[in-house]
């Protein structure tokens, strides 16, 4: 039956049931491990939490599940196909994303060591490495985060087609702030394509989940993993990243650096109290919370973050500066759902308003502006942050993303692609969705072209920013800064990072028990 299922068809099925409602039962031939018994002929359950981007043992839905099994272990796959050439002819991931997520995969590693849990970490497809472990161990269960897009669902289609016979495959949504059962749709097509509507319905109508407890502590370890696993550098093509006494994220990857930074901004520095007037800084660590890079991957979650702005406002004071970080959450939400919604069509040229348009894609142009070597001072700093760094402000992506398309015409998709390359924070469905809006194809009805020049004198005024960026390149080492594989030359209409294939649903279900 796995062999059968098609690409994507993760979106066509019901969701996960609660534990215990399903799994394997014996078959002609289990896959029996060493020091396998069974009670009273009973089947002993196995679960094996596959993680993704979900690097967290708090307020993780299907690592609960996992654990309501007899015995669990779990496994992280560094697939080599993230850290290799994608489409446009550059690097899927850069050594700032790939520095933090080893970071977070170690941290998470200690984390689930403290629970007694196993955490096997592998440098290989997914496909190849969990249907052995799947056999190995006898594992009855297979639970993990549930995805849409294209690469999430080939990884597990892969895996699918090796499951042995009777093996139960369990996936959560567990990336929303808003669940997608409590959505006030009947089908993900009623979502609307401008965000106020939906977030003043989602807020008039739905209630933020608790998050759920921290699995128990299991009396023993099952399948010992070690402490190998974690692929070097050389492995992954490419040399650490060289850290920037300028950046403004200079913190570590894991959920403990991501509870010691929320720590240190709502409760020490109380900065959430003036998070809407600071949140268009430039410089530093205070002007924004910096949480993007861990939502990405999971190691933090809204629902983690909603509830403690509940309780800032309940014990410290509650304002427009407070709302205003829910605010973003909800906008984070949702572009999961116009993914969701739309599909590959976010990935298309014209976008999800299948704008027409006559886009460039000038190897020159890309230079200039990659390099930060273009005619607006204010995007050169902006790019050349990113470059050395892997972060960029919100007000710098805006309109760095919007003068490459709107101003130098050029295919907003490439621009996309270059932002997944770099950028700790490197969310699909927030990447691409917010390229779309700066670009005019996207959730916006209102063409929203950035004048550099006026941003630059509103919100870096005295130069600060500029200065910071533009003064110390004379001194970089431009060969030790990321770069792409290949600038790319002509486009032919290549599919984005996300984009599914032809015979993916793009238009998928609500899920059926939705009201």
């Known amino acids: 039956m796995a062999a059968q299922l098609g690409v994507c068809q993760v979106l066509q099925q ?47 839905p299907g690592l609960l599940a996992a654990c309501s099994s007899q015995r669990v272990l779990t496994v992280f796959c560094f697939d080599p196909a993230d850290f290799r050439e994608g489409d446009y002819g550059i690097r899927r991931m850069g050594p700032y994303r790939a520095g933090f997520l080893r970071e977070s995969v170690l941290a998470l590693r200690e984390q689930l060591q403290g629970l007694n849990i196993s955490l096997h970490i592998h440098f290989g497809p997914p496909g190849d490495i969990l249907p052995g472990m799947i056999k190995k161990y006898g594992v009855t269960d297979l639970h ?26 369990h996936e959560h949504y567990q990336q929303f702030l808003f669940h997608p059962e409590d959505l006030p749709y009947d089908s993900f097509d009623d979502i609307p394509d401008v965000f ?167 190897r020159e142009a890309f230079a200039r502006w990659t390099q930060g070597e273009t005619d607006s001072d204010f995007i050169n700093a902006n790019m050349q942050e990113l470059r050395l760094t892997g972060w960029m402000s919100n007000r710098g992506r805006q309109n760095t993303a919007s003068y490459w398309s709107q101003d130098m015409g050029q295919d907003w998709r490439l621009g996309a692609a270059w932002f997944q390359y770099l950028l700790l924070d490197y969310d699909v469905h927030s990447n691409w969705g917010n390229w779309m809006y700066n670009s005019a194809v996207g959730n916006d009805p209102r063409n929203r072209k950035f004048n550099p020049e006026h941003q630059a004198s509103r919100y870096d005024a005295s130069g600060k920013f500029r200065r910071l960026w533009l003064q110390g390149t004379l001194f970089d080492a431009a060969p030790e800064a990321p770069t792409a594989i290949a600038t790319p030359g002509e486009l032919s209409a290549p599919g984005g990072e996300g984009t599914q294939p032809d015979d993916a649903p793009s238009q998928p279900s609500k899920p059926e028990n939705t009201p």
């Open 14 to 60: 019901p969701l996960p049931q609660p534990p215990g409602s399903g799994g394997y039962r014996l078959g002609s031939n289990p896959a029996r491990p060493e020091g396998w018994q069974a009670k009273n002929g009973e089947t002993m359950t196995t679960a094996l939490y596959w993680f993704r981007n979900d690097l967290r043992v708090t307020d993780n």
């Open 196 to 362: 106020t509507g939906f977030r003043k319905k989602c807020e008039k109508h739905v209630s933020v989940r608790s998050p759920e407890d921290t699995p128990a502590r299991r009396e023993a370890v099952f399948a010992p993993a070690g402490d190998g696993g974690l692929p070097g550098w050389e492995a992954l093509g490419m040399a650490p990243p060289r850290a920037d006494s300028r950046s403004a994220f200079p913190f570590r990857g894991g959920e403990p650096a991501a509870w010691d930074r929320l720590q240190e901004y709502f409760w020490e520095s109380r900065f959430l109290s003036t998070y809407k007037r600071t949140r268009n800084g430039l410089v530093g660590t205070r002007y924004s919370t910096k949480f993007s890079p861990w939502l990405a991957n999971g190691s933090l979650s809204a629902r983690q973050i909603y509830r403690e702005v509940k309780r800032y406002e309940q014990e410290v004071e509650k304002n427009r500066d407070t709302y205003w970080l829910v605010f973003e959450l909800i906008w984070r939400d949702y572009f999961k759902y116009v993914s969701l919604k739309h599909g590959p069509k976010i990935f298309a040229p014209g976008g999800i308003r299948e704008v027409e348009r006559d886009w460039g894609a000038s």
């Open 144 to 169: 993990l985060q549930r995805e849409w897009t294209r690469d999430e669902c080939l990884a597990l289609d892969a895996v699918r087609e090796g499951l042995p016979p009777g093996v139960t495959v």
